[in-house]
């Protein structure tokens, strides 16, 4: 693993590097969704890689850097600028040589390999295909790597060159004898019969820019810091997207999760959809599309399900994983039903456009969603797949008072905050429809639900409540995330919130950065874990969303505002998918969690959710008005 990651992307394209933005090793590559193309692509001046004397990331997409010879000292002998832009289509890297000292030869060269890698495979799947039997064939300005995959997808990997290189068979190699040389390498990832197609870095640049400008334009804060941190959540939001037949969709994070995902991008559209309602009607169109029509065992489909995952490498084509897609959740079926009326409370249409997928996965609710028919939507361990079909869902984050793991049908205490949200929608949207009776019977069913939320989950001893019910229907009475989290849905009753908000900000579960998944003080507590102590930034903002909605203004503002310090405290401004769950101290950053994604679609929705909170939010003034 890169002990520390950048990464630059626009579309399904995207670099992967380590700290420095060389591609020479463990999951460093250059990408084209679940593909890695490139597995090696690095320079060298007189063999030796050249000393970076500053590297910019202009754009997410784009990255300029100023080098020099290796072992600079205090001359420098030659001078490397570059200018690295991804596009749509691949990538393009834009050299000037400058011989300063002396007077003879330089060998430039850029080693490139290529090995069409299923990201399955870099990230360790067992039962990987290995090395492919990839052909080579130089031609005059560069070479071309090209495979055929097993379900016979030929892929390819152009690189171009001006002025043209020689071929070593490693490299592209090039004798500089002027004082200033000017080289381009273009790279196509190309699949089928595609052709090469370059890209506009000016025009997408502009794109961006006019981005920021939009959001300075709807939400100016006071603190130039915050405002950096919301201006690069719609950034990142735009880098994240990648084009589907339904829009751009928003990958859940980079590198793993260039995928639609169901849980993360209807959480991603809850919360932007009053900033970027396209991108929440595209996640409802995408995932409507691609919803359970039969009854498949391996991929865990059912009628009315909503997927949880859905992947378009090698592996997944030729069924060597089921994510094609793969259902493995309990919570996106009613978090769709949910979206989708909200939406439609602004989109009236999409009431009609999407009644039969919102109705099916309304009945997957009552039917396959709650296998022991007690009205809570439940999953089963699967351990031969995802155990915790959760938004927490490492196989060791869902356990009972006594550290044991869960089994049977587990009902997550978040999940039956979304089913009540789902069928308040589902009112909503049958009144769109003109059908009031149907309606009330929804209502009716949300009402029931909340009732028998509270006396199941309830936690009196503990002002607060539990984690879920065990499948022996026994509460897991572990202090966790998720109920401030499910204040966003408002299952809970008015009277409890404040308890729940208490306890939450307490001292077990709030670092100071955020809410701590797991409390301090309970069994396999880790700072720095996956689930069992870190701090998930869109996990917080829920719990920040519901306090605001039950009227605890403080108490979201403090949460908002703590967040907010975390991006800020952050050189790109940004939140990570997570961090450790370390106390605040004074002067300190968070600690980061050392996998972490970065930029991740969940935290990059966070400060445009949230922004509102922090109650100095003012609308920007200018002139024209």
């Known amino acids: 693993m890169l002990s520390t990651r950048t990464v630059l992307k626009e579309n399904d394209i995207y670099l992967v590097a380590d700290g420095g933005y060389r591609i020479s090793g463990a999951e460093a590559g250059v990408y084209r969704r679940d593909t890695r193309f490139l597995s090696r692509y690095v320079w060298t001046l007189d063999g030796h890689a050249p000393q970076p004397l500053l590297q910019q990331e202009r754009y997410p997409f784009w990255l300029h850097e100023q080098a020099a010879n290796a072992e600079v000292g205090y001359t420098m002998r030659v001078g490397v600028g570059r200018d690295v832009q991804v596009h749509a289509g691949g990538l393009r890297d834009r050299l000037t040589v400058t011989r300063y000292v002396g007077d003879g030869p330089h060998t430039l060269a850029l080693e490139v390999t290529a090995d069409f890698a299923d990201m399955f495979e870099v990230r360790g799947w067992p039962g990987a295909i290995g090395p492919r039997d990839i052909h080579v064939e130089a031609h005059p300005g560069g070479v ?82 915050d405002q950096q941190v919301l201006e690069q959540s719609a950034v990142d939001l735009r880098s994240l997207s990648f084009h589907t037949s339904s829009g751009p969709f928003p990958a859940a994070g980079l590198p793993w999760f260039v995928a639609p995902f169901g849980r993360d991008s209807m959480i991603i559209a809850l919360m932007v959809k009053d900033h970027l309602p396209d991108v929440a009607l595209t996640v409802a169109r995408f995932l409507a599309a691609h919803q359970g029509r ?54 009236p249409a999409l009431a009609h456009e999407l009644r039969p997928h919102w109705e099916a996965a309304l009945q997957w609710c009552l039917t396959d969603g709650d296998p022991d ?100 229907k026994a509460p897991l009475q572990v202090l966790v995330s998720n109920p401030a989290h499910t204040l966003w849905t408002g299952i809970i009753p008015p009277e409890h919130a404040a308890q729940v908000a208490r306890t939450a900000l307490g001292p077990e579960l709030w670092s100071g950065w955020g809410i701590r998944t797991l409390g301090s003080t309970e069994p396999r507590f880790n700072p720095v874990s996956y689930h069992n ?93």
């Open 144 to 225: 071309t790597f090209a495979y055929t995959a097993q379900d016979g997808l030929r892929c390819r990997a152009e690189v171009q060159a001006s002025p043209a290189p020689v071929w070593t068979g490693a490299a592209l190699e090039w004798i500089l004898t002027d004082a200033v040389t000017e080289l381009t390498v273009d790279v196509f990832l190309l699949q089928g019969d595609e052709l090469p197609v370059g890209g506009d870095p000016q025009a997408l640049a502009a794109e961006y820019d006019d981005l920021k400008a939009r959001v300075r334009d709807r939400v100016t804060l006071p603190d130039p810091r």
């Open 294 to 347: 039969t009854y498949d065992p391996q991929t865990l489909e059912q009628p009315g399900k909503i997927p949880h995952e859905l992947r378009v490498g090698e592996l997944t084509r030729t069924g060597q994983t089921p994510h094609r897609p793969y259902y493995a959740t309990a919570d996106a079926t009613p978090l769709f039903v949910w979206l989708v009326g909200e939406l439609a409370g602004v989109h």
């Open 373 to 472: 028919g007690d009205g809570f939507i439940e999953y089963t361990p699967d351990p031969g797949g995802i155990t915790n079909a959760v938004w927490k869902d490492s196989g060791d984050s869902t356990f009972t008072h006594g550290g044991v793991d869960v089994s049977g049908h587990v009902a997550v205490i978040e999940v039956q905050g979304y089913a009540y949200a789902a069928y308040r929608s589902a009112a909503a949207l049958y009144r769109h429809l003109g059908e009031d009776e149907t309606a009330r019977t929804w209502e009716q069913r949300a009402a029931q639900l909340r009732v028998r939320f509270h006396e199941a989950f309830w936690w009196p001893e503990r002002t607060y409540y539990v984690h879920g019910l065990n499948g022996d």
């Open 533 to 625: 102590g870190s701090v998930w930034p869109h996990d917080t903002a829920a719990a920040a969303l519901g306090m605001h909605r039950y009227g605890l203004h403080a108490e979201a503002a403090q949460v908002a505002r703590a967040l907010f310090d975390a991006a800020g405290a952050a050189p790109d401004r940004r939140l990570s998918e997570l961090f450790a769950g370390f106390i605040r101290e004074p002067g300190v950053p968070p600690v980061p969690y050392p996998a972490a994604c970065h930029p991740q679609g969940w935290d990059a929705a966070v400060p445009l959710a949230l922004a509102a909170l922090l109650h100095a939010a003012t609308p920007a003034v200018h002139a024209r008005r």
